[in-house]
C-alpha cells in the first residue's frame, strides 16, 4: 500500500536551534502534503496544506515564517521549524495525498526543544 | 465540514467484535465517511472510508445507516494490536485536510 516516510522519528535540540522534518510520499505522487501537530493527550491540528509548487496556506494561529514549508517536488515536503523553543516541542506529522488516494500519514516526528 | 461524535473511551475483549459508532447529525450528500486509527506514539493510519453503502476491507467494515447520520465501523476480531484511538472524520470531495476530533480511545484486554 501507499507508504508515507517522515525523518525524523526524534529530535532533541536546544533552544534557538532550527529543526528540519522531511516528509515523502513513497509509492505515489502527492498532488498535497499536510503538516499536523499534536500536543500530548491532545488531538491533531492541521497547522498548514502545500501543494507542490505553490506556497503553503497557513491555519490560523500558525506563524508563517517560524514554520517554513518546502514542496519542491511531488514525493517530498519539508518543514523547518526556526528558532525553535521549548513551547514547539511537540509531535509532528505529515501526511499526502495523491490522485484517487486517501489521505495517508509518516510515523511522526518528536520534538524536544531543551 | 460537518461535525462528528464519538464515545470517549470504549473497551473490548480479544477476539471479540468491536463497533465503534459515529454520529453525524448534520452530514451533507456530498459528505465522505473516513477512518483512521493511532496507535502510541504513531501517525494515524487509514482503517476504511465510504459515502452510502456499507464497505469491506481486510481491516474493518464499515456500515452506514439509511439516513447517513450515523455510521458504525465494525472490526469483526479485535486484537492487543487493535487498541488505539480511532477517528470518525467526514470531509465532503473538494476538501482536502482532514480535521481530527477527539476520537474513541479503544481498549483490548486478553
Known amino acids: 500500500g501507499a507508504v508515507v516516510s517522515q525523518h525524523p522519528s526524534r529530535v532533541i535540540c536546544k533552544s534557538g536551534t532550527s529543526v528540519k522534518i522531511e516528509c515523502r510520499s513513497l509509492d505515489f505522487q502527492a498532488t498535497t502534503m499536510f503538516w499536523y501537530r499534536q500536543f500530548p493527550k491532545q488531538s491533531l491540528m492541521l497547522m498548514a496544506t502545500?501543494?507542490?509548487?505553490?506556497?503553503?496556506?497557513?491555519e490560523q494561529g500558525v506563524e508563517k515564517d517560524k514554520f517554513l514549508i518546502n514542496h519542491a517536488s511531488l514525493t517530498l515536503s519539508t518543514l523547518t521549524v526556526t528558532s525553535a523553543h521549548p513551547e514547539d516541542s511537540s509531535f509532528y506529522i505529515c501526511?499526502?495525498?495523491?490522485?484517487?488516494?486517501?489521505?495517508?500519514f509518516g510515523d511522526g516526528t518528536r520534538l524536544s526543544i531543551l | 465540514d460537518a461535525k462528528t461524535t464519538q464515545p470517549n473511551s470504549m473497551e473490548s475483549n480479544e477476539e471479540e467484535p468491536v463497533h465503534l459508532p459515529c454520529n453525524h447529525s448534520t452530514i451533507s450528500g456530498t459528505d465522505y465517511i473516513h477512518w483512521y486509527r493511532q496507535l502510541p506514539s504513531q501517525g494515524p493510519e487509514y482503517v476504511i472510508h465510504?459515502?452510502?453503502s456499507n464497505v469491506n476491507n481486510r481491516m474493518a467494515s464499515l456500515a452506514i445507516a439509511e439516513d447517513r447520520k450515523s455510521s458504525t465501523l465494525i472490526l469483526h476480531r479485535a486484537t492487543l494490536r487493535d487498541a488505539a484511538v480511532y477517528y470518525c472524520?467526514?470531509?465532503?470531495?473538494?476538501?482536502?485536510?482532514?480535521?481530527f476530533g477527539k476520537g474513541t480511545s479503544l481498549l483490548v484486554t486478553p
Open positions: 472524520i467526514l470531509r465532503d470531495r473538494s476538501g482536502y485536510a482532514l480535521n
Open positions: 465510504g459515502l452510502t
Open positions: 501526511s499526502a495525498k495523491g490522485q484517487q488516494q486517501p489521505q495517508h
Open positions: 502545500s501543494n507542490e509548487g505553490s506556497k503553503a496556506t497557513y
